[in-house]
């Protein structure tokens, strides 16, 4: 099992930054990628990036492109997505995801945190 736990959400006004964060804890050697996924009310889940746990790999969605960066620490097991000109259409609550395979899709992750709202306003 591994757990996930995100934090930094917030709110923030419209281009502005905001970091989130994902800890990883648990059999973290049996990760190959872990991802960022986001919900808007009424909205399905939606990827946003994700990185490869070894090589660091990236791949962002084309929504955020520019403006989002995935990164990580091994030595902290931690995932981090640096948002700069945030929009409104931003808004949702973001997700942290882990799984063995290299993937956009949701279906593709075994793990996921419970999810950190992030705001923006116009």
């Known amino acids: 099992q591994v757990q996930l736990v995100e934090s930094g959400g917030g709110l923030v006004q419209a281009g502005g930054s905001l970091r989130l964060s994902c800890a990883a804890s648990?059999?973290?050697?049996?990760?190959?990628?872990m991802g960022w996924f986001r919900q808007a009310p009424g909205k399905e889940r939606e990827f946003v990036a994700l990185i490869t746990w070894s090589a660091g790999t990236t791949y962002v969605a084309d929504s955020v492109k520019g403006r989002f960066t995935v990164s990580r620490d091994n030595a902290k097991n931690m995932m981090t997505l640096e948002m700069n000109s945030l929009e409104p259409e931003d808004t949702a609550v973001y997700y942290c995801?882990?799984?063995?395979?290299?993937?956009?899709?949701?279906?593709?992750?075994?793990?996921w945190g419970q999810g950190t709202q992030v705001t923006v306003s116009s």
């Open positions: 995801a882990a799984g063995k395979t290299y993937t956009h899709t949701a279906s593709g992750y075994d793990y």
């Open positions: 648990g059999r973290t050697f049996s990760i190959y990628s």
